[in-house]
């Protein structure tokens, strides 16, 4: 693969600097022996006591699940036993807290695999459902020998989906997920292998048929046969690479000292401040404001904090910057639109201008890429040394500040003692034993079947066997005559027969969209559990193809014994001809028996060295990262290149979204070095998520987030008051949720609604009913149509495209919406915002139309319920918010809308009521008003 930047597609905006430093080698660097250290393997003989019930020392399984696990055992032995969740009041001890979440995070990841794999066994013939998907005629058709494994490339068959994929908008094997595999005559009745996805390129599913690469679990698991064909299952819902990496990460913890954990674990709430603001209490706040009259800019933050608010900032986002500075644990939660972000960066800001030469980094953290990606742009404005970590960003400038790019302008380091080297010369050495071993089935596609010398080199055939090959016809005919080296193939004559493993074609009854995720949310798991750049390209090296190869004619009348009995003559041409496909199967079966053996013993090795050269390219990335003075990355990255972090020895780290991160990602996120958290964010938002229901409520609150915990058990925190974003009226609805919130003045003066009236807000109700779709979402559709014609009506009075956005709870109705918007005269040529709730945290729009679509009597409003869910549909809209739904429905089921309907039923200032049958519309042009009623859309 050539070298990517060589003609002149990447030009760095400081590529003339570094062109000097490239033509010198730098002076050799020794290796900081602290990543190393951390991959040191820790004897845990002596560790405390598992809690009754765990016969497995937790801290020493593999993150990956086993056989058994996934197929679990009559005896019970595999059963979990999950500790509850402690969310009110302190832990009993700190290891108490780490087991539980490990586990806890495990049985997240592992369990909806394992419901998958025995659901196929009960009902092997079932179709794809909304929970499971099966793949049929599963073979290995590919082995790529790359830095991060041994991966397998496999073909498979998506007929029990009954329609084709748009892989596009598909979850299914996302990179980083697991997937079970069963030889399609056991069905997962007594075997199982679990593999993981190693990547997914477009262009490999496009295939027909389809393909996508694996990585084996374990390498004891591993079963390599062109022939053998598999079933393939994965759970729809999951994705296991962040719970991955957390487990390891929580394994380590455990070993380490665990900063905070008196406030964390034991809930102390006497707080103190981090020791490099005790040891420099004094900063320079000239970063923020010009000098006082007195030509003063330092202050002692925390004997005499300013008490007059500077860069902007109102009087609780002071108070915010206070606690931020002069706390080791400091909690911030900002209600929408109150600027929690503006304080992030304020705080940064300052500490970034305190910052020496010799500092560590600081660490940011969000919970999405998206996020992160926004967070950077601001923090770009005033400080350009920052590195971002971790998957492929979607913008242009924040590409160019990310390791891998950066390394591509700078000289290799040289690392004096580092692994690199001697670890890629160890695995190109393995690589070379894994080739060599699998060759001769690689050979059998192009040159006929496995040839004699080969059997004989595994003392499967004698050499009085070859030589009696060696003595057949040459002119005899055969299937592959001309091959005159290929005694196997003359000997066989006719009894062997091609197989080509691309013979078959998808054949579907109907082509249907398998669009089960927005697009906007699947790009956000692909680039958070793929790999990013540089393991992307690892995934390329040599490979071996095995899409041909060849099968002896299989004679049923010849008894097991009699084979065996055959295969021990020494003159195999005695063999009667009818038997010998028979006999070549054989040999090839206790060929690939002995081959399976070797490679797995192999694969182990070659596990080892793939660790190590990981260990080797982080050492390298090190020297580049520690020059820098900000270092980000989602949560995820902070479990997945925790090893890395770990070695700048950090002091200060900020999580936004922090009440989106599960508890677990945050705690392991406590490197040893930390002495500053930072958590902003907001709990009555969205919440942390989990994979399993049944984890989410009592006793395990799995989706009870670390800065929520800690709020709920006094931690003393800061909630900022003072909103910025929506119009008085909108704001309004959030009191059930926030009590009294402050608008800033700017906000009094935002235009109103075009068509609108003096209508901000609005509800329309409606009596018409729900139903679903085949992924068990909920529509309307008859709201659907009401929403896109409202849609086109405020488009049609000068509202442009971009300043409207879609809401709606289900991806179903989304869906449904964006259909009706391609067939509307008036938006089918245009890009539109329509999105749900879940994938807009921390978004905004001028206006806002919200689809609630649940309309029943007695089926629940479901995700509508979820108070969290509620409030970030509200508080996105600016000036605008319409909402159209069942409001009887919603007061029916949810305390939380029987306050907010009241609300809007109750007129106030200068509005009237603002919910009802009818939509009171006001011509921009003429200024009339039409009623616009529910009936005319049925």
Same mark, same amino acid.
């Given at each position: 693969m050539?070298?990517?930047?060589?003609?002149?597609?990447?030009?760095?905006?400081?590529?003339?600097?570094n062109?000097?430093?490239?033509? =010198?080698?730098?002076?050799?660097?020794?290796?900081?022996?602290?990543?190393?250290?951390?991959f040191?393997?820790?004897?845990?003989?002596? &560790?405390?006591p598992?809690?009754?019930?765990?016969?497995?020392?937790?801290?020493?399984?593999?993150?990956?699940?086993?056989?058994?696990?996934i197929?679990g055992?009559n005896?019970?032995?595999?059963?979990?036993?999950?500790?509850? *969740?402690?969310?009110?009041?302190?832990? @009993?001890?700190?290891?108490?807290?780490?087991?539980?979440?490990y586990?806890?995070?495990?049985e997240?990841?592992?369990?909806?695999?394992?419901?998958?794999?025995? #659901?196929?066994?009960?009902?092997?013939?079932?179709?794809d459902?909304?929970?499971?998907?099966?793949?049929?005629?599963?073979?290995?058709?590919?082995?790529?020998?790359?830095t991060?494994?041994?991966?397998?490339?496999?073909?498979?068959s998506?007929?029990?989906?009954g329609?084709?994929?748009?892989?596009?908008?598909?979850?299914?094997?996302?990179?980083?997920?697991?997937i079970?595999?069963?030889?399609v005559?056991?069905?997962?009745s007594?075997k199982?292998?679990?593999?993981?996805?190693?990547?997914r390129?477009?262009?490999?599913?496009?295939?027909?048929?389809?393909?996508?690469?694996?990585?084996?679990?374990?390498? +004891?698991?591993?079963?390599?046969?062109?022939?053998?064909?598999?079933?393939?299952?994965?759970?729809?819902?999951?994705?296991? +690479?962040?719970?991955?990496?957390?487990?390891?990460?929580?394994?380590?913890?455990?070993?380490?000292?665990?900063?905070?954990?008196?406030?964390i674990?034991?809930?102390?709430?006497?707080?103190?401040?981090?020791?490099?603001?005790? $040891?420099?209490?004094?900063?320079?706040?000239?970063?923020?404001?010009p000098p006082?009259?007195?030509?003063?800019?330092?202050?002692?933050?925390l004997?005499?904090?300013?008490?007059?608010?500077?860069?902007?900032?109102?009087?609780?986002?002071?108070?915010?910057?206070?606690?931020?500075?002069?706390?080791?644990?400091?909690?911030?939660?900002?209600?929408p639109?109150?600027?929690?972000?503006?304080?992030?960066?304020?705080?940064?800001?300052?500490?970034?201008?305190?910052?020496?030469? *010799?500092?560590?980094?600081?660490?940011i953290?969000?919970?999405?890429?998206?996020?992160?990606?926004?967070?950077?742009?601001?923090?770009?404005?005033?400080?350009?040394?920052?590195?971002?970590?971790?998957?492929?960003?979607?913008d242009?400038?924040?590409? %160019?500040?990310?390791?891998?790019?950066?390394?591509?302008?700078?000289?290799?380091?040289?690392?004096?003692? &580092?692994?690199?080297?001697?670890?890629?010369? $160890?695995?190109?050495?393995?690589?070379?034993?894994?080739?060599?071993?699998?060759? @001769?089935?690689?050979?059998?596609?192009?040159q006929?079947?496995?040839?004699?010398?080969?059997?004989?080199?595994?003392?499967?055939?004698?050499?009085?066997?070859?030589?009696?090959?060696?003595?057949?016809?040459?002119?005899?005919s055969?299937?592959?005559?001309?091959?005159?080296?290929?005694?196997?193939?003359?000997w066989?004559?006719?009894?062997?027969? /091609?197989?080509?493993l691309?013979?078959?074609v998808?054949?579907m009854?109907?082509t249907?969209?398998?669009?089960?995720?927005?697009?906007?949310?699947?790009?956000?798991?692909?680039?958070?559990?793929?790999?990013? /750049?540089?393991?992307?390209?690892?995934?390329?090296?040599?490979?071996?193809?095995?899409?041909?190869t060849?099968? &002896?004619?299989?004679e049923?009348?010849?008894?097991?014994?009699?084979?065996?009995? #055959?295969l021990?003559?020494?003159?195999?041409?005695?063999?009667?001809?009818?038997?010998?496909?028979?006999?070549?199967?054989?040999?090839?079966?206790?060929?690939?028996d002995?081959?399976?053996?070797?490679?797995?013993?192999?694969?182990?090795?070659?596990?080892?060295?793939?660790?190590?050269?990981?260990?080797? !390219?982080?050492?390298?990335?090190?020297e580049?990262?520690?020059?820098?003075?900000?270092?980000?990355?989602?949560?995820t990255?902070?479990?997945?290149?925790?090893?890395?972090?770990?070695?700048?020895?950090?002091?200060?780290?900020?999580?936004?979204?922090?009440?989106?991160?599960?508890?677990?990602?945050?705690?392991?996120?406590?490197?040893? =070095?930390?002495?500053?958290?930072?958590?902003?964010?907001?709990?009555?938002?969205?919440?942390?998520?989990?994979?399993?229901? $049944?984890?989410?409520?009592?006793?395990?609150?799995?989706?009870?987030?670390?800065?929520?915990?800690?709020?709920?058990?006094?931690?003393?925190?800061?909630?900022?008051?003072?909103?910025?974003?929506?119009?008085? +009226?909108?704001?309004?609805?959030?009191?059930?949720?926030?009590?009294?919130?402050?608008?800033?003045?700017?906000?009094?003066?935002?235009?109103?609604?075009?068509?609108?009236?003096?209508?901000?807000s609005?509800?329309?109700?409606?009596?018409? @009913?729900?139903?679903?779709?085949?992924?068990?979402?909920?529509?309307?559709e008859?709201?659907?149509i009401?929403?896109?014609?409202?849609?086109? #009506?405020l488009?049609?009075?000068?509202?442009?495209f971009?300043?409207i956005?879609?809401?709606?709870?289900?991806?179903?109705?989304r869906?449904?919406?964006?259909?009706?918007? !391609?067939?509307?005269?008036?938006?089918?040529?245009?890009?539109? %915002?329509?999105?749900?709730?879940?994938?807009?945290?921390?978004?905004?729009?001028?206006?806002?139309l919200?689809?609630?679509?649940?309309?029943?009597?007695?089926?629940?409003?479901?995700?509508?319920?979820?108070?969290?869910?509620?409030?970030v549909?509200?508080?996105?809209?600016?000036?605008?918010?319409?909402?159209?739904?069942?409001?009887?429905?919603l007061?029916?089921?949810? @305390?939380?809308? +029987?306050?907010?309907?009241?609300?809007l039923?109750?007129?106030?200032?200068?509005? $009237?009521?603002?919910?009802?049958?009818?939509?009171?519309?006001?011509?921009?042009?003429?200024?009339?008003?039409?009623?616009? !009623?529910?009936?005319?859309?049925?």
């Amino acid at each position: 693969m050539a070298p990517r930047g060589r003609a002149g597609k990447f030009v760095h905006p400081n590529s003339h600097r570094n062109a000097a430093s490239s033509q =010198s080698k730098p002076p050799g660097i020794p290796a900081n022996p602290a990543i190393r250290n951390y991959f040191a393997t820790t004897d845990l003989s002596e &560790g405390v006591p598992l809690p009754r019930g765990q016969t497995e020392d937790w801290r020493k399984k593999s993150e990956l699940p086993t056989t058994q696990e996934i197929l679990g055992s009559n005896d019970g032995s595999s059963d979990i036993m999950l500790l509850p *969740n402690h969310i009110s009041g302190p832990w @009993p001890s700190t290891e108490l807290y780490l087991n539980a979440h490990y586990n806890l995070i495990r049985e997240d990841a592992v369990a909806n695999l394992r419901d998958a794999v025995l #659901y196929v066994r009960a009902y092997p013939l079932m179709k794809d459902n909304g929970n499971i998907v099966i793949y049929e005629k599963v073979f290995i058709v590919q082995v790529t020998l790359t830095t991060s494994g041994i991966a397998f490339r496999v073909q498979f068959s998506t007929r029990r989906a009954g329609k084709r994929i748009h892989w596009e908008y598909s979850s299914r094997l996302i990179a980083g997920n697991i997937i079970a595999l069963s030889p399609v005559e056991d069905s997962f009745s007594t075997k199982c292998i679990v593999g993981v996805v190693a990547a997914r390129p477009l262009e490999n599913l496009a295939k027909t048929p389809p393909e996508v690469d694996i990585y084996f679990a374990h390498p +004891e698991d591993i079963k390599f046969d062109p022939q053998q064909e598999w079933i393939m299952v994965q759970a729809r819902s999951g994705y296991y +690479e962040a719970h991955r990496h957390t487990m390891k990460a929580l394994q380590k913890l455990s070993q380490e000292k665990f900063p905070l954990k008196q406030h964390i674990c034991a809930l102390e709430t006497d707080i103190g401040a981090p020791q490099y603001v005790l $040891d420099k209490p004094v900063m320079n706040f000239q970063a923020l404001s010009p000098p006082t009259a007195d030509g003063n800019t330092s202050f002692n933050v925390l004997k005499g904090f300013p008490a007059t608010p500077m860069a902007g900032l109102n009087p609780h986002q002071w108070k915010a910057l206070e606690n931020m500075l002069s706390r080791n644990i400091s909690i911030i939660q900002g209600p929408p639109g109150t600027g929690k972000t503006f304080v992030s960066v304020t705080f940064l800001k300052l500490l970034l201008s305190q910052m020496t030469p *010799n500092d560590p980094p600081i660490i940011i953290a969000t919970h999405t890429n998206h996020a992160l990606d926004q967070l950077l742009n601001i923090i770009a404005q005033f400080e350009e040394n920052y590195i971002r970590l971790g998957s492929r960003s979607a913008d242009p400038d924040i590409r %160019k500040r990310m390791l891998y790019e950066i390394k591509k302008f700078l000289p290799v380091p040289t690392v004096i003692g &580092g692994l690199f080297g001697p670890a890629r010369i $160890d695995l190109q050495r393995i690589s070379a034993q894994v080739a060599e071993l699998l060759t @001769p089935f690689d050979q059998e596609g192009l040159q006929g079947p496995i040839k004699a010398s080969t059997f004989a080199d595994y003392g499967l055939l004698t050499q009085t066997q070859c030589d009696s090959l060696k003595k057949l016809d040459q002119s005899n005919s055969s299937a592959l005559a001309g091959n005159d080296t290929n005694h196997i193939a003359e000997w066989l004559d006719d009894q062997v027969k /091609e197989l080509n493993l691309n013979h078959w074609v998808e054949e579907m009854t109907f082509t249907e969209d398998d669009i089960d995720i927005e697009y906007e949310q699947l790009k956000e798991l692909e680039a958070e559990q793929g790999p990013n /750049e540089e393991e992307f390209e690892s995934l390329y090296g040599r490979s071996l193809q095995f899409r041909t190869t060849h099968q &002896g004619v299989q004679e049923s009348s010849y008894s097991k014994a009699e084979i065996r009995q #055959y295969l021990s003559m020494g003159d195999l041409t005695k063999i009667p001809v009818t038997a010998r496909g028979p006999v070549y199967n054989l040999l090839r079966r206790k060929l690939l028996d002995l081959v399976n053996t070797k490679l797995r013993t192999i694969a182990k090795s070659y596990d080892f060295y793939s660790g190590r050269l990981k260990i080797g !390219r982080w050492e390298r990335d090190f020297e580049t990262l520690r020059k820098a003075k900000l270092v980000a990355m989602t949560t995820t990255g902070l479990s997945k290149y925790r090893g890395l972090v770990s070695s700048l020895s950090p002091q200060t780290l900020v999580i936004e979204e922090a009440a989106e991160v599960l508890e677990a990602p945050t705690a392991v996120a406590c490197l040893e =070095s930390i002495q500053q958290l930072v958590l902003v964010g907001d709990h009555m938002q969205l919440k942390a998520k989990c994979t399993l229901m $049944d984890l989410a409520g009592e006793p395990f609150f799995l989706e009870t987030s670390m800065f929520e915990r800690l709020v709920r058990n006094d931690i003393p925190y800061v909630q900022l008051r003072e909103q910025r974003r929506m119009a008085s +009226e909108i704001r309004e609805l959030l009191m059930p949720i926030y009590g009294s919130l402050y608008d800033h003045p700017s906000v009094l003066k935002s235009a109103l609604v075009p068509g609108m009236g003096s209508l901000r807000s609005f509800f329309f109700t409606h009596d018409w @009913p729900e139903s679903g779709d085949s992924l068990t979402s909920k529509l309307n559709e008859l709201e659907a149509i009401m929403i896109v014609k409202f849609y086109a #009506y405020l488009v049609l009075n000068g509202i442009p495209f971009w300043e409207i956005t879609v809401l709606t709870f289900y991806n179903g109705q989304r869906k449904l919406i964006l259909k009706h918007m !391609r067939t509307n005269k008036y938006l089918a040529n245009h890009i539109h %915002k329509v999105v749900t709730v879940d994938s807009y945290q921390g978004e905004e729009n001028e206006i806002i139309l919200l689809s609630l679509v649940r309309s029943n009597k007695s089926n629940g409003i479901g995700f509508l319920a979820a108070d969290n869910r509620v409030c970030v549909s509200l508080s996105r809209a600016k000036r605008g918010l319409y909402m159209f739904g069942s409001s009887g429905t919603l007061e029916q089921f949810s @305390p939380l809308w +029987e306050n907010i309907i009241s609300i809007l039923r109750s007129p106030g200032g200068d509005h $009237d009521p603002r919910i009802g049958k009818i939509l009171p519309l006001t011509c921009k042009k003429h200024k009339n008003e039409t009623l616009i !009623r529910g009936q005319y859309y049925q």
